[in-house]
């Protein structure tokens, strides 16, 4: 079964500072990789995905993540951090098979960025 | 162009009843998938809906079910309301491609149970 660990519950950073979120995940098969952001008291909005090719992703935000198979893990990453990255981070997957359709999610990773 | 609502943005029941929560999936879009999402926790899949039939599941009890209407619109149904019900509910709407386009969340619905 597909599994998916955040280990980081809450991660703090002063503003401006550089920032990893850290994702692993377990699969017997190939899969699909995902970092959502979610807002408080909105819904999760895609920050960037992996689906083949390049293992480096560059998403929106000035977020990127890097695929790792080896490690089984998709970091997320910021060089510069603003006040208003404050929020919920998903990390999520989904298997590349037929017939397989949901997304697993992780407990969720909270950037506090200080000032 | 309308992204992902979802109605009613709040909702307050008490245990043993009935509720149903609806969606519009993004414009463009045919298949809808539910999850739910317990304070603290990752949004957690419930079923996902293309062509009017749900195609896969996850798990959870027969108490869930749902509808996709022929316009595309989904209805989420929870029967005999527990506690443990009380979670924000989130619909995700996807264009079904045969690949593995990304799904577009709507804001939810925060359902407590009392």
């Known amino acids: 079964a597909q599994s998916v660990t955040q280990l980081d519950s809450q991660v703090p950073v002063f503003e401006e500072a550089p920032v990893e979120l850290r994702c692993n995940y377990s699969?017997?098969?190939?899969?699909?990789l995902f970092w959502y952001v979610q807002y408080p008291n909105q819904g999760l909005q895609l920050l960037l995905k992996?689906?083949?090719?390049?293992?480096l992703v560059k998403g929106i935000n000035g977020f990127e993540a890097e695929f790792n198979k080896s490690q089984t893990s998709f970091h997320l990453r910021k060089p510069s951090v603003h006040i208003s990255d404050t929020a919920e981070y998903f990390c999520?997957?989904?298997?590349?098979?037929?017939?397989?359709?949901?997304?697993?999610f992780g407990t969720g990773t909270r950037l506090k960025v200080l000032a | 162009d309308a992204g992902v609502t979802q109605s009613p943005t709040h909702l307050i029941k008490t245990r043993g009843q009935q509720v149903t929560l609806r969606c519009s999936p993004k414009s463009g879009h045919d298949t809808v998938s539910w999850y739910q999402q317990a304070l603290g926790q990752g949004p957690q899949f419930i079923f996902q809906?293309?062509?009017?039939?749900?195609?896969q599941r996850g798990n959870f009890p027969d108490r869930f079910s749902g509808h996709q209407f022929p316009n595309y619109s989904s209805e989420l149904n929870v029967n005999a309301l527990l506690l443990g019900d009380s979670a924000l509910y989130l619909c995700?709407?996807?264009?079904?491609?045969?690949?593995?386009?990304?799904?577009?969340f709507g804001p939810g619905t925060r359902l407590t149970v009392t």
């Open positions: 992996y689906l083949s090719g390049s293992t």
């Open positions: 809906y293309y062509e009017e039939e749900e195609r």
């Open positions: 699969s017997s098969v190939s899969v699909y």
């Open positions: 995700a709407s996807s264009l079904e491609t045969g690949g593995r386009d990304e799904q577009y």
């Open positions: 999520a997957v989904s298997e590349t098979g037929p017939g397989t359709y949901k997304y697993i």
